[in-house]
């Protein structure tokens, strides 16, 4: 194909904005898609982002349209996949920037145009949703064309559900979006934007070619990693896979690999041609680092070899999840997990119940901490109860975090982000009627219930995003719970020094709630060290028996009484007392009244 | 293994009741004055078709409700009169209904023990409760019973009432006493779901359920203070009667996982590894036995292993020690040592007449058995 002729690009929007619904469209209008195989949202192809409305994976599309090849490159929406989608914003030239008319500009709209900026796109700003009886077209341009610069004029208003405007859009990626640039008679390159692993046909790369061309049978060798295989096909997504003689240059397209070990082709690496090898490879992706960690415990510990095995799998797909063994005194063998971030984990944690049939504890999220232990060097610390009680010093992630409100929610939000920790940066109207506020946040201080709290403070109005800043010294400590005296690990937690009497103490008093009268008395005790801080005490129960038990009643008697024992068995057993699942959960919603 | 034929505890199921308490759960019927006759002739149809079910001889009999005592005098008459002889033959009587011609009409139908609803002596208490009978009436009712020759009394009492102090039960406790009466059944009040009582008082019971929490306590102590034998988690029996063993006889075959055959709507049977409940609605019951058919019955299937963890269900209410022979697979040995070393069970050193040998024996200690139901859970493996 000539260069010239080809165009990539992506869409990207705020989530529910219309991106997923505008490719549909896309798809319809080149006749990639007949009527008929037309099912809502085709990209999606996972049961579980059709529930959600959002896409994980990113995959590839090829279109034509007046004698052009588009290619539609597909992203995340959620600010957890930013990571994605810069790397699938570097297989393109352009992004169509998708704006709700009655939404206007959002968080995820910034943190998106800003990553399409930074990588030198050319952007098509689109109003979508003007058959909306709400929609305010003019006022969504204005923002937009504030955002992006530009004027109000050149942002296109099209209704993707109706399909109004949508031929406008792909005109405007033909005329706007330049082509590729690259050199077909070089040695072959091309970028591994995205992966997938097929269990017959092993790793399936997503890739575009910069240079030279690629063809089935050839060997390839991937440069950083220097793993070498035989193409097995190569081709395109129309929107199925469709086998291609070559892949050439500017286009985009898969590589299907017969890896079967899916550590050996990495995200970012640079494919090139074994027979004529480039010398130099593309420049890639830095790696991404989990930054959110929390432990993953099978409610049945007979299913923690299912759980292992269900991790592997899903890393398959999921490059960025991290897992490693972690054993628990209260809650026995399981995994300590990192995520991108919170809504990675909700998924992670549903795919594994939904998909695998597991019953999973979750522990409450934590951060990443480096820490310079005494008389040693920096080491990341992912676990509280790693967290080592000598130490000089400790940093955690900090976040620059974009939050954006109608202007009557500035205080409650400003009020909001300094109980957090919050460093204010600065503050945008994006129009008369919406701010921009900058924040800088201690990540910790977002993975419990900041995105609650923000929505309940701005009924629902908020929009907010953020990337990670980086690590920052902090004056942390680390506060453990005694249930009984003894230490439950699952429950320390490290929480700035101001924070840590409050903490500890809604935390023993939310534990004195949730774990049920014992036969004896229970003492819940928060300590830093050696020093208890806050205490309560679950007083024994005294009487526990139905006092009616005639002819009549056994059956029903025998019945609560199975479900007595059943409710025993969900019980987690922390020396003598029985602790139940909830309360290992307790730390996640400490925040009902303690710091209001 | 109880056979066809050899069933020897009869229970009887007389629904109706002058007006509904709210607490209550059982069936019962209000009104239906002309029902009466109809309902008395369905229990004899009934009890013709399953005649073969008893044995020649019962044990005993027990006539519940309801308000057994609120049936037409000839209608109960009639009844007594018709049903099998037995050793012990109890009535249940709401103090109200019971007159000096009442209580004669039972003695001389071979009726040989009453329980009587007293459930508290506070007036206030008892306007809560719904109950129609006024303190004075009790008391009443009690004197015409012992004057009728009634020597084996029962009183019901409930605590746990919304608004009941401290000082409310042990008067309640002091004045049941006053009566000496032979027997006493104490329960706590239970908002059962769906009953009028839970609706109007479910929330204040939650909220003093913590300040109720000694009551039980409170009651075993004082009962127990009194000479009575607590002999099973809710009911007490004088034991300074000599060589009379004023336990509830009828009771305490439900509890050692007896059969027995139950009559009327709503009763419930257990003979033989089955266990049904006879249909609750009183005009498909009448119609039923009208016509000469059993009435709908709800069927429930008791496996071999289900039955032994009833009978360590039911055993662990009562005083006796429970001989773990036969239970091996039901109590769970770690459990139990964990629960003796707490305090709340024992094992006892049983003398195993059959094997010549000692055996084992389970028993609960008075602390195990205010937590009865926590300890059985634990127990039963």
């Known amino acids: ?596 | 293994m109880t056979g066809p034929g050899s069933v020897r505890h009869l229970y009887v199921h007389l629904p109706f009741c002058a007006s509904r308490c709210g607490y209550c759960d059982f069936v019962t019927v209000v009104g239906r004055g002309g029902q009466h006759a109809a309902y008395v002739r369905a229990l004899l149809a009934e009890l013709e078709l399953e005649r073969q079910t008893l044995a020649p001889e019962l044990e005993t009999v027990f006539l519940g409700g309801g308000t057994p005592t609120f049936t037409e005098a000839g209608q109960l008459e009639r009844l007594l009169a018709a049903l099998p002889p037995a050793v012990e033959v109890t009535v249940e009587a709401n103090p109200e209904t019971v007159t000096p011609g009442l209580a004669a009409l039972l003695r001389r139908n071979g009726v040989d023990r009453v329980s009587l609803g007293a459930q508290t002596f506070r007036p206030e208490l008892l306007r809560v409760l719904d109950r129609v009978a006024g303190p004075d009436d009790v008391r009443l009712a009690f004197y015409y019973l012992r004057d009728a020759g009634f020597d084996n009394i029962s009183l019901d009492l409930i605590y746990g009432i919304p608004g009941q102090e401290p000082a409310d039960l042990d008067a309640d406790i002091k004045e049941a006493l006053a009566l000496r009466p032979e027997h006493l059944s104490c329960y706590e009040l239970e908002a059962k779901a769906g009953t009028r009582f839970a609706h109007a008082h479910g929330d204040e019971l939650r909220r003093q359920a913590e300040a109720m929490e000694s009551y039980f306590e409170r009651v075993v102590e004082t009962l127990v203070g009194a000479g009575y034998r607590w002999y099973e988690t809710a009911n007490f029996a004088r034991m300074d009667a000599g060589d009379r063993d004023l336990r509830s006889r009828h009771n305490l075959a439900y509890w050692r996982g007896r059969d027995y055959l139950g009559l009327g709507v709503g009763a419930v049977s257990t003979v033989d590894g089955r266990r049904w409940r006879t249909t609750p609605r009183l005009a498909l019951y009448l119609a039923a036995l009208g016509a000469g058919r059993r009435p709908p019955r709800e069927l429930e299937l008791l496996p071999e292993a289900v039955r032994r963890a009833e009978r360590v269900m039911l055993g662990l209410r009562l005083d006796e020690p429970l001989p773990l022979a036969g239970f091996a697979g039901e109590v769970d040995a770690a459990a139990l040592g964990r629960l003796e070393r707490l305090g709340l069970a024992r094992t006892v050193p049983l003398a195993d007449r059959d094997a010549g040998r000692r055996a084992a024996a389970l028993a609960l200690t008075r602390k195990g058995r205010l937590l009865g139901d926590a300890v059985t859970a634990d127990l039963l493996a």
């Open chain 1, 1 to 596: 194909m000539d260069l010239a002729k080809i165009r990539n690009f992506s869409i990207i929007a705020h989530i529910d904005h219309g991106k997923s619904t505008l490719a549909d469209r896309v798809l319809e209008l080149t006749k990639t898609v007949s009527g008929r195989e037309m099912r809502a949202q085709v990209l999606d192809t996972m049961e579980l982002e059709r529930e959600r409305g959002i896409t994980i994976k990113a995959q590839a599309v090829r279109v034509t349209w007046k004698g052009h090849e588009l290619n539609l490159i597909d992203t995340p929406g959620h600010v957890d996949f930013t990571y994605e989608v810069s790397r699938s914003l570097q297989a393109c030239e352009g992004a169509v920037l998708v704006v709700d008319a009655a939404q206007g500009v959002e968080a995820q709209t910034v943190a998106n145009a800003y990553l399409a900026i930074e990588n030198d796109l050319e952007i098509v700003p689109v109003v979508n949703k003007i058959d909306l009886p709400q929609a305010d077209p003019n006022e969504a341009a204005k923002e937009i064309a504030e955002l992006v610069g530009g004027e109000p004029d050149d942002v296109l208003r099209i209704s993707a559900k109706t399909g109004e405007g949508v031929a406008a859009v792909l005109d405007a990626i033909v005329e706007r979006i330049p082509a590729p640039t690259g050199d077909p008679a070089a040695p072959a390159r091309a970028l591994v934007f995205d992966s997938s692993y097929d269990q017959y046909r092993g790793v399936v790369a997503f890739v575009r070619v910069v240079d030279g061309s690629f063809a089935a049978r050839e060997p390839v060798r991937a440069m950083a990693q220097g793993t070498r295989f035989e193409a097995e096909e190569v081709g395109f997504f129309a929107p199925t896979m469709r086998a291609a003689e070559t892949l050439g240059a500017g286009e985009v397209g898969y590589v299907i690999t017969g890896l079967k070990d899916v550590s050996r082709l990495r995200v970012g690496d640079t494919l090139t041609s074994e027979r004529r090898p480039a010398s130099e490879p593309l420049p890639g992706y830095k790696d991404v680092k989990p930054m959110v960690f929390s432990g993953l415990f099978p409610t049945d510990s007979d299913d923690y070899p299912a759980l292992r095995d269900a991790l592997e799998r899903l890393k398959l797909n999921d490059a960025a999840l991290f897992y490693e063994p972690e054993t628990s005194q209260a809650l026995g063998f399981g995994f300590r997990c990192g995520f991108l971030g919170l809504l990675h984990m909700e998924i992670v944690r549903e795919r594994l119940e939904r998909e695998f049939d597991l019953d999973l504890l979750v522990t409450a999220p934590n951060v990443a901490y480096r820490v310079l232990e005494r008389s040693a060097d920096w080491v990341e610390v992912h676990n509280p109860a790693e967290m080592p009680r000598e130490l000089d010093a400790v940093e955690e992630p900090y976040v620059r975090a974009s939050i954006i409100v109608p202007k009557e929610y500035v205080g409650p939000v400003m009020e909001l982000n300094n109980d957090r920790r919050g460093r204010f940066d600065h503050m945008e109207y994006l129009s008369p009627e919406r701010v921009l506020l900058a924040y800088e946040l201690p990540l910790a201080e977002i993975v419990l219930d900041y995105y609650d709290q923000l929505k309940s403070r701005t009924r629902g109005y908020a929009s907010f995003d953020y990337d990670v800043a980086g690590f920052r010294p902090g004056d942390l400590v680390r506060v453990d719970v005694l249930i009984a005296d003894e230490p439950v690990d699952a429950l320390s937690m490290i929480v700035h020094r101001d924070a840590a009497y409050p903490r500890g103490r809604a935390l023993v008093e939310r534990l004195r709630a949730e774990i049920p009268r014992q036969y004896f008395d229970v003492a819940v005790q928060a300590a830093i060290g050696s020093r208890v801080i806050a205490r309560e005490t679950v007083k024994a129960k005294r009487k526990d028996v139905l006092a009616k038990c005639y002819g009549g009643d056994i059956t029903r008697k025998r019945k609560l009484l199975e479900k007595q024992k059943a409710g025993k068995r969900r019980m987690k057993q922390v020396g003598a007392v029985e602790v139940p699942q909830e309360a290992f959960l307790a730390v996640l919603n400490l925040d009902d009244g303690s710091r209001r």
